[in-house]
């Protein structure tokens, strides 16, 4: 006995069609989903870099009259927010392609004239482009991290 196709109606090609679109839709979905745990993923690496920066310059030596930092302050919070050793010693970054040049410090002053003391340090990300597989989100400002400053003042005269 010889059996046709014909008991199915024409329906043979539907499960490739289906197949097609809901392959199409879970693709979408899963690359969406992996895409947003990427960029939390970096950006959470790169938020913990700054909170261990941020708490180091709070209790770091600093020695400005001013609200803008010395170079050593500046470099050694710098080092650590990147490479997290203040000395700069290790040099494969925290965070993939974070520099220097991305960590931005402030410092808070309170008083005036020549009896300002640094009351807070914030230290915050700019111009670092987080790249992902199918874009990219650029940090502006942020994360941003702002401690009481607990260290030792002691101006340069």
Known sequence: MHKSRRGWGGRSGHAMVEFALGS???VTVFA??????FIFYQYN??????IN???FASQYRYDSLTSTPSNTFQTAVQN????????GTNTTPLVKNLASSNVNISVGM????TALVPVSVTVF?????IDAIFGKFTCTNK????YAYQGIFAPNP
Do not use: C, K, R
């Open 24 to 26: 199409t839709i879970l």
């Open 32 to 37: 969406g989903a992996f895409q947003y745990g």
């Open 45 to 50: 690496a790169l938020e913990n870099a700054v």
């Open 53 to 55: 920066g941020a708490h």
């Open 80 to 87: 650590m927010v990147v490479y997290g050793d203040p000395t």
């Open 110 to 113: 309170l008083g005036s004239g």
């Open 125 to 129: 990300i700019t111009g670092y482009t």
């Open 143 to 146: 994360p941003a991290v702002t």
